[in-house]
């Protein structure tokens, strides 16, 4: 069975941060925080939405401007939060917009929202959300 454009493009993600050198030795793809937190570090890739652009003619292909949340988390005993996570974050960054067309499958990715969030208590850890707007196109009749 084909799978759709979204999880292509997120699976297209996933591969990009796995490949050598890795981003981090936890990459997945949908899973819950919980499961981040049981690692040192990680790295989460989802789909998150997906607009069609309205100006699209019956039959046409269809524009798409969709969003992937790429969540990144790190924790430490010896650095603050934001210290812990920045490399993360340096990173993942990079990685992606190496390649902002992911080898072909989308038409560009653009500069992502970046959003964060801290802990102090006990292990220091930190949050990073960045949510990237990525431009691409499907069939009219599939979302292939």
Known sequence: MSRTAFASIV????????????????????????IAEQHAEAVNVQFDAAEPNAGA?????????SRVSVDLYA??????????????????????????????????IGVPYI??????KGQKTGWIRMVFPVEHRTSNLTLE
């Open 75 to 108: 924790k430490s005993s010896a650095v603050s939060g934001d210290l812990a996570v920045d490399p993360l974050l340096k990173a993942a960054y990079e990685r992606v917009m190496q390649d902002t067309t992911l080898g072909g499958l989308v038409d560009y």
């Open 11 to 34: 699976g297209a993600f996933v591969t990009a941060f796995q490949a050598a050198p890795a981003v981090s030795a936890n990459v997945f793809r949908a899973m819950p925080r919980e």
């Open 115 to 120: 959003a964060a969030e801290y802990d102090g």
């Open 57 to 65: 003619i019956s039959g046409a292909p269809v524009d798409w401007r």
